[in-house]
C-alpha cells in the first residue's frame, strides 16, 4: 500500500473516515457505527465519484456483533474487482478524505 502502512490503514478504515485510490477510484470508508436497537455494528463502503453526496456508488455493506467482525468480513469479500483486500492492498493507495 502506498502512502502509509497497511495496519494503520485497517486501524484507521475501522474508527474513522478514510479514503484509498485502487484502479482510479476512490473508495471512501466511514467508521463502523453502533446499531444501538439491533446491540451490533455497521459499515458502508462507496465509491465517490463527484464532489455530492447523490455522486456514492455503494461497493459492500458488514454487519456485525463488534466491529472486528465487520473487519473481518471485509477483509475477506472479494470487493476490489474480484479480490479480497489482502490480494488487492499492494495497488492501492491511502489518500486524504
Known sequence: MEGGNVNEFLDSITYQDTAVLFRGKRYCF??????SEESQYAWDIYI????????????????GKSPEE????????????????????????WVDW
Open 70 to 93: 465487520c473487519l473481518k468480513k471485509f477483509l475477506a469479500s472479494p470487493i476490489w474487482d474480484g479480490k479480497t483486500f489482502w490480494e488487492a492492498e499492494q495497488e492501492m493507495t
Open 48 to 63: 465517490w465519484s463527484g464532489k455530492h453526496d447523490e455522486d456514492e456508488i455503494p461497493v459492500a455493506s458488514f454487519a
Open 30 to 35: 466511514n467508521p463502523i457505527s453502533p446499531i
